[in-house]
Every structure is written in structure tokens, then in C-alpha cells.
């Protein structure tokens, strides 16, 4: 309440279920910039700014409406979402697939679509021709997909926005690839939240006005985790998700190693206000499937161990995904079996060794066995197309051509080890 008694001056009142933007009672009220106008009705602003009580607001239900996945573990209704990866590790072709899935209605990942949508694509980091061919090599709704390779810097597809969406208003999801080309040709320096917080929050405030789900593909820093740039780009969005290769040291990012091997397997970790959790994937046959489609989780856990020893069964049930309790039944079992070590400090190993069943065809005849000893527990030496030392480099290097167990004595020869 005013000191002395006086009264607040009074703008324009909007009423209950008016657009105070568009209509028409709006238009004679006296604004702060009308000399003409009384001093109280000078001092009321040009725009109508609304606040209603809570009751007047949720008296409309759709208010309360949580809203709609249009494409599992990608886009959402209204909302805007950031994808960041490291260049080259598969954002692109990643959306590229959920997005031709939901043109046609099917399954995402293994989840549902609601419906099909019709989704907006700004081809700006990769050649126009690059992108059709590879959405040609996809099974989609041609219709659906609308392509645009125009805009190069945020005010051209701020533009193109507006043309498009009033062109095609049936869109429901429009992609940006990538946020970082535009960001570019616009020469903002995303270090700088003065700078790219503006820009990045129209681009927002577009997709809202327009009430459709964003997608902006964009790159992570050096480490692969997180986006790169100021904070206040998550800040600006409401979906974060990064897309990580899992490499050798538990779930880290191994771009930048010269021997690290590409297995396919990636790490979508999602943390927003619709979408949060995390998904295994593995690349196979030419698409991204959930990594526990791909295998069984015995062979998920023997797969990464190879890679190398787990810090923790929780660490281990954690990079292998899927069922807790199922994993955790697995490295029991694996334990019994003999495949898996618990090591005293809890730690979890391959077995170093294990012997290959008589008959089993690897050996030249019954009883015996041949073939090369391959070394477990390595980070990389399990993997197809990574560098290790085998075990004739270890004997012409002076040392046992039998790599040791845990306690340094050699394997004897006629032992086969398998991972």
C-alpha cells in the first residue's frame, strides 16, 4: 500500500481470457508516451503486462498439462533441446535416425511415438547434398521432411524461421545442425554469455511462440562431457543432452588418443525438465540400438571389462546399463563361474586366465590346445583395430612370451587364454 494514503496509479485492466497483445480494447488506452494524458494514466505502460491469480490461471486446464514427448529421448513439445557431442562422434546421424522414425510414426530407440510428425531440418554444418543422401538411406515419410541448407548466420534462420513455419504450419519439430556453424557465421563467442545468451534466447522464444519442439545439435568442449561455452546456453534451454563415445576409462571420452578403437558404443546422457536419464547405445548394422538389445548383459559385462578392470560392482552395473539387479545376478554368477574376479579392495577383473574345454575345436587335437595367448583386463587389447603387444613382441623384448597372473608367475604353455 502507497505511503500517506495515496493510491497506486492504474493501467489498463485486462480481462479474463483477453489477449492483451491483439485485442481490440487495448487500442484507447492512454500509454506513458501520450502527452496529451492525464499525469496517473501517463505513468501506465504501452503494453499490458497479465497477473491473475492462481485459481483465474488453472481454471484453464490445459495450463496443467505436462508437455508432450514428440520424439522419444530427443524432442519435446514447446521445449527446446540441446544435443551436444564431440565433432565426428555421431550427433548428427543419432537425430537423423529418431527423426526419420517418428515421420512415420514407429518406435524410437525402443520407445513409442505418439504420432507421426513432420519435422523442419536446417542442414547448416554439412553440404546440402550430404544431408539428402543420407536421409535417402533412411526408411521415413519423405512428406514429412522438410530441408532447408539457406541460413548461415542466427538472423537468417530467425527469418527463415518465420517464412517456414507460416509455409508449412504442420511442423512439429525443427532441427538445427549445428548451432556452432551458426554461431560462427555470426561471429558470437560462445565463452561470452553477454553475447550468446541474447541471440540464443530469441531463437528459443521463437520455437516458443511458434509452439514447436527445437532441436539444436551443438559441440561439447575437449572432454567430451559437457557443452562447451558459457553456462548460460543451458541455462537458455530446456532439454540438455550429451552424446559421449564410452572409451577405455570408464565411460570417458578418448577422441583424442591415437590408439583408442571406435566400438560403436555411445552414451546419451539426458538432464533437463522433460528429459532425464541415461541410454546405452551401441552403432550396429548401420543404426543406433539400445545397448540391451544389442547383447545380453553377461556379454555386456564381459565386454567391459575387457576394456579394463571396474572400480566397483556399482560402477560396473553403472557402465553396463540396463536391469540393476540383473546385472549384479550376472557378475555373481560370472564370479562362480570363474570368468570374473572380486578383488580384495572390490575391484572387478576378468579372470586373468581360463582354460579352453578339450574338443572345443581351438586346439589341433583332443587334449591339446594352440593358438595365440591374448592378454584380458588390458584397456584396449580385446579390441578389434586397437594396437597391443602380443606375446611374441613380449618374448623378443626379453620378456615371458606368457603374459603373468595376478601373482607374476608365467601361464604354462599348453593353456589357451580366452577374454
Sequence with gaps: MPRNGATRPRGPVVPVGADPFTEDWLQGAPHSGDAGAPASARLAPRRAYVA????????????????????????????????????KSGKTTLTAQCI??????????????????????????????DTLRRFHGLE????????????????????????????YPAVDVVVVDTLSRLFAGSRIDANQSDRVEPILWRIVEALRRHAVAGVLLYHTNKD?????????????????????????????????????????????????????????????DGRYVPFDVSSGVRDRILETLSLGAARSKNQLVKDVGGN??????????????????????????????????????????????????????????????????????????????????GGGEPEPPDVVMKP
Design 140 to 167: 521415413l515419410d519423405a512428406q514429412r521432411l522438410i530441408i532447408s541448407a539457406d541460413p548461415r548466420t542466427v538472423e537468417e534462420l530467425l527469418e527463415a524461421l518465420e517464412q517456414h513455419l507460416a509455409e
Design 52 to 87: 491473475r491469480p492462481l485459481d483465474a490461471w488453472i481454471a484453464d486446464p490445459s495450463l496443467l498439462a505436462p508437455p508432450q514427448i514428440v520424439v522419444p529421448w530427443l524432442a519435446v513439445a514447446g521445449c527446446c533441446t540441446l544435443l551436444s557431442g564431440r565433432e
Design 100 to 129: 526419420a522414425a517418428a515421420t512415420l510414426g514407429h518406435a524410437v530407440l525402443g520407445a513409442p511415438t505418439p504420432a507421426p510428425v513432420t519435422v523442419l531440418w536446417y542442414a547448416v554444418d554439412e553440404r546440402k547434398e
Design 224 to 284: 567430451g562431457r559437457n557443452y562447451r561455452g558459457s553456462t548460460a546456453i543451458g541455462a537458455t534451454v530446456d532439454e540438455i543432452l550429451v552424446l559421449r563415445r564410452r572409451g577405455e576409462d570408464r565411460d570417458s571420452d578418448d577422441f583424442d588418443d591415437p590408439e583408442a578403437a571406435d566400438d560403436g558404443r555411445r552414451l546419451l546422457e539426458q538432464n533437463g525438465r522433460n528429459l532425464r536419464g541415461r541410454q546405452h547405445l551401441v552403432y550396429a
Design 324 to 405: 540393476r539387479k540383473a546385472a549384479l545376478n550376472a557378475v555373481r554368477v560370472l564370479e562362480e563361474e570363474g570368468l570374473v574376479r572380486v578383488m580384495p579392495d572390490g575391484e572387478i577383473r576378468l579372470a586373468g586366465w581360463f582354460r579352453e574345454p578339450a574338443g572345443s575345436g581351438t586346439g589341433a587335437g583332443h587334449g591339446t590346445t594352440t593358438g595365440s595367448v591374448v592378454p584380458t583386463g588390458s584397456a584396449r587389447g580385446n579390441h578389434p583395430g586397437t594396437t597391443h603387444r602380443n606375446h611374441s613382441t613380449r618374448a623378443a623384448e626379453g620378456g615371458s612370451s606368457f603374459p603373468p597372473r
